[in-house]
């Protein structure tokens, strides 16, 4: 999976892990986050492994998924969680900064995508992670996140159409406000975020990964090209 240091991605990586997979994450800059991660699967009894990767880098994706068979043997589940949350008005975005983004958000999921299917069999998996301002964005100053995760939807079913004969399932989850370290649940947009969902609280990085374990696990053998909101009723 990709972007598993931390946060959600540390959270489905921990689930999937317990759940019997052998796990490999990659990072950008938080090395020990990552090996905390990978060393918490071992004492588990898992299998973990930490690959340094920039995800908006074009040979990273391929790159990523070879070294994971290398390491595994083969490669069933993808979950292309990396990203970045930039904000702020339209006016200041620069180019680097959108190219940046869409390299990340979409680039990187759509190659990792196709290289890793070309080592999938019958019931592989593969769940893109979006989020819940893809349907509702209450404020200004989101609009390069929002645009780019909004083009996984896209992505999402027509890679669905695309492995559906081979028997692989794709699809879609959009996490509302969770409580990680990109953003708190006692930080300066958290009463906010909470007076938005429909229950009036933060989520977890668990809860996030339970849905994705069911979607890679055999509740989600029939179910392909669909999108799952996880924000306590954020876009409700």
């Known amino acids: ?3 598993g240091s931390r946060g959600i991605g540390a959270a489905i990586a921990a689930r999937l892990a317990a759940d019997g997979a052998a796990v490999a994450l990659t990072y950008l800059r938080a090395a020990d986050q990552a090996k905390e991660v990978v060393d918490r699967i071992g004492t588990a009894g898992g299998r973990g492994l930490a690959i340094q990767a920039d995800g908006g880098d074009r040979t990273a994706p391929a790159s990523t998924v070879e070294r994971t068979v290398a ?3 083969r490669l069933d589940i993808l979950v292309n969680n990396a990203g970045i949350f930039p904000t702020g008005p339209i006016r200041d975005v620069t180019f680097d900064e959108f190219e940046r983004t869409f390299a990340l958000h979409v680039g990187a999921a759509f190659f990792a995508a196709r290289s890793a299917a070309a080592h999938m069999g019958e019931g592989g998996r593969i769940v893109n992670i979006g989020t819940c301002l893809v ?8 609009t390069l996140y929002s645009a780019s995760k909004s083009a996984l939807v896209g992505l999402t079913k027509g890679l669905a159409r695309e492995f559906g004969g081979r028997g692989i399932t794709v699809n879609l989850v959009h996490p509302g406000p969770v409580d990680t370290e990109m953003n708190p649940a006692d930080g300066p947009r958290a009463e906010g975020n909470r007076a938005l969902t429909a229950l009036g609280r933060y989520g ?3 809860d996030v990964a339970a849905t994705v374990a069911h979607l890679v696990g055999e509740g989600g053998r029939w179910i392909t090209g669909a999108q799952f909101a996880v924000d306590g009723g954020y876009t409700v």
Not at 135 to 142: Q, S, T
Request: charged share 25%; glycine share 30%; no cysteine.
């Open 1 to 3: 999976m990709t972007g």
């Open 71 to 73: 390491e595994f043997g």
């Open 135 to 142: 349907d509702r964005i209450p404020a200004g100053g989101l």
């Open 204 to 206: 977890t990085g668990e």
